[in-house]
């Protein structure tokens, strides 16, 4: 659990990872789901998505459009 406004960040060091985010908003709808849907990309079946690359200027672009500070590059992965 992480009050809101608390920098934070998370590595996935396999090959394959799942996750479940529960997310809310203070006095609106929630922004992390917004900007999930703007930067993701729909599909018409259950299935993994293909592997893409990812911009990550437009990522920080499409997190500030939706109240989501990007504070800087993530660390390198742990070993």
Known sequence: MLPRGVPHGFQV????ARL???TGSSGGPPQFDAMVAALGTPITEPRLPSP???DPGQVAEVC???G?????P??????
Do not use: K, M, Q
């Open 13 to 16: 060091l396999s090959e394959e």
């Open 20 to 22: 479940l985010n529960v």
């Open 52 to 54: 893409v690359a990812i």
């Open 64 to 66: 500030a459009e939706h």
């Open 68 to 72: 989501i500070d990007v504070l800087g």
């Open 74 to 79: 993530p660390p390198p992965p742990l070993d």
